[in-house]
């Protein structure tokens, strides 16, 4: 009965919890992510979710001959850094920002049309009793014509 | 009664805390079984982590409402106002489906008329688009100061990119956030149509070998598999049930087109701070794959529109 009683209250504690994540999710991706797009056109397109230490994401998306891009991911500031990795149709390696001191950003333009896959994954700290730390990580788009 | 009451109480908010949990992890992406990344997790932790390793986060990205109407800019191809969603239809939509399909779709006119600087047709597709928003809740998506801030800047072309790019990250963030992915689905569905139906309406036979728009029609088959997976995260609901079942019968229409491209190599520009994705490719759609490939996109586009 007691553990009925207080089940609605957790459930909503964590509810809320949830809730205000996904907005500071948002806030974090508007304030720190979309500035790093810099002068190229963010296309609008939101993808942001909370991750843990170690703990990985992938996207799938098509980029086009015409246009020249520049993908941003960003880790909130507590997380150990965010590795990024930009894979073709065979599963090659076309970048890797751990070959750039893990920089936010990678500029690339394509001579044809392809389907990449981006492999973001928040690495793990060295300290490891520590509780894992998890965070917002952001992926965004930004787009401009081939000069 | 009141026993009967904190039961049914606790049942439902929990049901409501895991659909929240799920939701809010997916944000926009969807969970799919690890594959051979691996992930390092280190001993102490393992326990903690355990779980969070069972899946992997998956974002299916389509080309944005924006990014197809500038696919469109790019290729060279005219302003046909005629194409357009008439705004005058805007009260016809009153279910969910239609009205998210139709803030794709008013999104992507708006982006394409942006491009071309038609002024008026601007604001009024902005505010046919805030109606949209508006009717499924998304609070905040376009507000007043949005439609004041097009306004004043309605020829700056720069100015009004960013507020369409900003009200739609505002529409699908709403949704994502709030446990709505399938709506948020229909959205980029109903946009990304809108583009693929106003590049096919714009190719004339006549024109049809060398088109630079024809190669961005078929560029669009790298993206069908992204549009299916997107969909089939909300499998089960009704009206996204119907939406796989039209992707499908394109797909169909997209398989009939080849395309085939060499590895590709990566090459970095020093001076642009820019790699160079090389590559070649070839294609291979006939006039006849394309008529029926244009048929079928507008009658499906039609179902969104009626």
């Known amino acids: ?147 | 009664m009141n026993k009967k009451y904190g039961i049914s109480s606790g049942i439902l908010i929990v049901f409501i805390l895991c659909a929240s949990l799920v939701s809010g992890c997916r944000s926009g992406g969807n969970k799919a079984p690890a594959d051979d990344l691996s992930v390092n997790v280190p001993q102490d932790n393992s326990a903690v982590i355990r779980d969070v390793k069972q899946a992997k986060k998956v974002f299916d990205a389509l080309p944005s409402p924006l990014e197809s109407a500038m696919l469109i800019k790019s290729a060279g191809a005219r302003f046909e106002q005629t194409l357009l969603n008439p705004v005058s239809d805007v009260n016809n939509y009153v279910t969910n489906k239609s009205m998210a399909l139709n803030l794709g779709i008013y999104t992507c006119d708006l982006s394409y008329a942006s491009l071309y600087d038609q002024t008026q047709l601007i604001i009024d597709y902005m505010n046919a688009a805030k109606k949209m928003a508006d009717g499924l809740g998304i609070l905040k998506a376009v507000d007043q100061a949005t439609i004041d801030e097009l306004e004043e800047n309605i020829n700056n072309r720069d100015v009004i990119m960013k507020i369409v790019s900003e009200t739609f990250m505002n529409s699908n963030s709403y949704l994502e956030d709030n446990g709505q992915p399938a709506i948020a689905a229909m959205v980029l569905v109903g946009g990304w149509f809108e583009g693929l139906y106003i590049s096919t309406q714009l190719v004339e036979m006549k024109d049809f070998n060398g088109n630079k728009l024809v190669g961005r029609i078929i560029d669009q088959k790298l993206s069908i598999d992204i549009l299916i997976n997107l969909l089939e995260q909300s499998k089960g609901n009704p009206a996204i049930d119907e939406l796989i079942d039209q992707v499908q019968h394109l797909k169909t229409v997209f398989d009939k087109i080849s395309i085939s491209t060499s590895r590709v190599q990566p090459e970095y520009d020093k001076e642009t701070n820019t790699t160079i994705l090389k590559s070649q490719v070839k294609t291979n759609m006939t006039p006849e794959v394309f008529k029926e490939l244009t048929a079928v996109v507008a009658d499906i586009r039609s179902s969104f529109v009626k």
């Open chain 1, 1 to 147: 009965m007691r553990i009925l009683r207080i089940t609605p209250i957790i459930a909503l504690f964590i509810l809320g919890i949830t809730v205000n994540a996904n907005a500071q999710c948002k806030a974090f991706a508007k304030k720190v992510c979309l500035p790093e797009l810099g002068s190229y056109t963010h296309d609008g397109n939101y993808h942001a979710a909370v991750l843990v230490e170690g703990e990985e994401a992938e996207l799938y998306k098509t980029f086009y001959s015409d246009m020249e891009y520049r993908v941003a991911v960003s880790g909130e500031e507590d997380l150990p850094k965010v590795e990024f990795k930009v894979l073709d149709a065979d599963k090659n390696v076309l970048y890797s920002n751990k070959d750039n001191d893990y920089s936010p950003t990678w500029d690339f333009k394509l001579e044809s049309s392809q389907q990449l896959k981006i492999v973001v994954k928040v690495l793990t700290s060295d300290q490891a009793e520590a509780t894992p730390e998890s965070g917002c990580v952001s992926i965004m788009f930004g787009f401009r014509m081939k000069k």
